[in-house]
């Protein structure tokens, strides 16, 4: 469970990063 919890953490944070940097390549982009 601990594992489990710890590593969708870091997804989230994962993901989290690639949408932050996915909308500044956008705007620099755009």
């Known amino acids: ?3 489990t ?3 969708n953490i870091d997804e989230y944070i994962n993901e989290k990063k690639i ?3 996915s ?3 956008v ?3 755009c």
Do not use: D, T
Request: glycine share 0%.
């Open 1 to 3: 469970m601990v594992k």
């Open 5 to 7: 919890y710890a590593f």
């Open 19 to 21: 949408e932050e940097v």
């Open 23 to 25: 909308h500044k390549l």
């Open 27 to 29: 705007n620099v982009f």
